[in-house]
Nanobody
């Protein structure tokens, strides 16, 4: 049984930084990929970033150049470092770890950026 727990997030002023964590526990061998999404109020879910087991990384158009995704395999943790945050980055952020071809969602974490 795999569980995914997120941490980090909170309130930050525009221009600030935050780091989100996404940790998987249980039968976590055979990591395939981890994706981050965000959902802002009244908007559709938006792709933020993905890291694949072979190290391939991609970002959404709105986060490229400001956000950095990384993985610490020994800790089964994926990080999302968010810099130069703007009010439009305000959303609930979700991570999804794909392990043995199954998706496991984190509980979501609120990020609020004040102007």
């Amino acid at each position: 049984q795999v569980q995914v727990v997120q941490s980090g997030g909170g309130l930050v002023q525009a221009g600030g930084s935050l780091r989100l964590s996404c940790t998987a526990s249980g039968s976590t061998f055979s990591f395939d990929a981890c994706r981050w999404y965000r959902e802002a109020q009244g908007k559709e879910r938006e792709f933020v970033a993905v890291i694949v087991h072979d190290g391939t990384i991609n970002y959404g158009d709105s986060t490229k150049g400001r956000f950095t995704i990384s993985r610490e395999s020994a800790e089964n943790t994926v990080y999302l470092e968010m810099n130069s945050l703007q009010p439009e980055d305000t959303a609930v952020y979700y991570c999804v770890q794909n392990i043995r071809s199954r998706d496991y969602w984190g509980q979501g974490t609120q990020v609020t950026v004040s102007s």
